[in-house]
C-alpha cells in the first residue's frame, strides 16, 4: 500500500473508506457494469449503512474528497493499456482504415518524439538606433522653448 494512500485513509473512518470505494466504483459503473446504471445518493447510503444527509457531509469533507481523488487515480491508472491499445488501433487506422493523425501526434508526443518548439526572437536591436548628434539635440530643445514661449506657430 502506498504512502499516500496510508495518510489519506488514516484521516477517515473505516466506514468513511468503504463508502468512498462505492462512490468511486459508482461513478465507474456506466462504463464497467453490463448494465451501466449508477446508484443513488439514497441507495449508496443505505448500503453503507448510513443517512443520506451524512453521506452528503462526508462528501463535502476535504479529507473524504481527496480519497476518492486518489481511488478514481488509481481506476484511471487500471485503465491506461485500454488507453493505449484504442490509441493504437486509431493509428492503424481503425473500422475505416485511415490511420489519425491526431493519435499519431499524441504517441509521438507521449515518447517525446515531437514536441513544441517556440521560438522568441529580440527585435528591439534590429532597429539600429541612429545616435543625435549635439547640435540635433540643441536644436530640438531651441525648438521645445520656442514652443512654450510661443514663439513656435504650429
Known amino acids: 500500500m502506498s504512502r499516500q494512500r496510508k495518510v489519506l485513509e488514516a484521516q477517515l473512518a473505516p466506514q468513511q473508506q468503504r463508502a468512498a470505494q462505492l462512490i468511486v466504483n459508482n461513478e465507474w459503473a456506466e462504463l464497467l ?11 449508496l447510503a443505505d448500503e453503507i449503512g448510513i443517512a443520506r444527509s451524512t453521506f452528503f457531509e462526508w462528501k463535502a469533507q476535504e479529507a473524504f474528497a481527496a480519497y476518492v481523488n486518489y481511488l478514481t487515480e488509481r481506476q484511471l491508472d487500471a485503465m491506461r493499456s485500454e488507453v493505449y491499445v484504442q490509441l493504437m488501433r486509431a493509428i492503424r487506422g481503425g473500422a475505416n482504415g485511415i490511420p489519425s493523425v491526431k493519435a499519431l501526434d499524441l504517441y509521438m508526443r507521449r515518447y517525446g518524439l515531437l514536441t513544441d518548439r517556440t521560438v522568441v526572437e529580440d527585435t528591439r536591436n534590429v532597429i539600429e538606433e541612429r545616435r543625435k548628434t549635439d547640435d540635433e539635440i540643441r536644436n530640438e530643445i531651441a525648438e521645445l522653448d520656442d514652443m512654450l514661449n510661443g514663439k513656435h506657430a504650429g
Do not use: L, W
Not at 33 to 42: P, R
Open 33 to 43: 457494469n453490463e448494465d451501466g446504471k449508477k446508484k443513488t445518493a439514497q441507495e
